[in-house]
């Protein structure tokens, strides 16, 4: 099969790949500008714990190179910047040029001068081999038009010994979590209506996140990317996971 002919997820359809690429972006532009405060509402504020977990299991330090991989506006840049101090950067790469410009104004008003931002596609990225010292990815990976090469291109990236933390919706073991948690969930559609125009988008979250591959199974493909020393720490019972590996 060719990559044109090729098939993968967009929610509960199957999509042609470039169709999904463009779909994601169609999303991500649509809900841009109340994307953070959508993130607030639908966690009730819990995803900002989640991400700055991710940044202490990151190990970054003064001096480090480190890749926020679909970045978005920022929020996880931004608490690596003091890690890394002026003497190490940052670089926030998102593929959608909507959220990265809010990112990008946000670097700037926060006088983070050690954040770059490159508009990247997380299959191709723009990057030498064995550059940074570590790379996070936070609530982007279910979006991937195909997750097992970008998981190759971040181990490519990595420079040996490097950390990879994978912050992600996941399966909560509880069957009773995991109901109630889609019962939650099932208000976003409205709530996406009502705060950010856009009931669609926040239905294709609800699909993303159900047909989002489990704990397990995401270990398996960080290790078939190359990965090694994969491990997972699950949050809020499962309805989140950090897995972290290392290149």
């Given at each position: 099969m060719s990559?044109?002919?090729e098939r993968v997820s967009f929610g509960f359809k199957e999509v042609a790949a470039e169709e999904k690429t463009r779909l994601v972006g169609d999303v991500f532009t649509s809900v841009a500008n109340r994307y953070d405060l959508?993130?607030?509402l639908m966690s009730l504020g819990s995803h900002r714990l989640m991400k700055r977990m991710l940044v202490e299991m990151s190990g970054a330090r003064p001096g480090h190179q480190v890749l926020d991989l679909a970045g978005g506006t920022g929020d996880i840049a931004r608490l690596l910047a003091p890690a890394v101090t002026h003497a190490g950067r940052v670089v926030l790469a998102d593929m959608n040029p909507a959220m990265l410009a809010i990112g990008q104004d946000r670097m700037l008003d926060s006088g983070?001068?050690?954040v770059q931002c490159c508009c990247a596609k997380a299959e191709a990225l723009p990057f030498a081999d064995d550059l940074f010292n570590s790379a996070t990815v936070g609530f982007g990976l279910r979006n991937f038009t195909a997750k097992h090469e970008a998981l190759r291109?971040?181990?490519r990236v990595l420079k040996p010994g490097g950390a990879l933390l994978v912050l992600e919706f996941s399966k909560p073991a509880n069957p009773?979590?995991?109901?109630?948690?889609?019962?939650?969930q099932s208000v976003w559609p409205a709530l996406g209506?009502?705060?950010a125009g856009d009931a669609a988008s926040y239905r294709y979250l609800i699909e993303s996140i159900r047909v989002h591959p489990d704990q397990e199974t995401l270990k398996l493909m960080l290790a078939d990317a190359g990965f090694s020393e994969v491990e997972h720490?699950?949050?809020?019972?499962?309805?989140?996971?950090?897995?972290?590996?290392?290149a």
């Open positions: 990559k044109s002919d959508m993130n607030d983070l001068a050690q291109e971040l181990q009773w979590l995991d109901a109630a948690y889609q019962g939650f209506r009502v705060v720490h699950d949050l809020l019972g499962g309805i989140a996971a950090i897995h972290r590996a290392v």
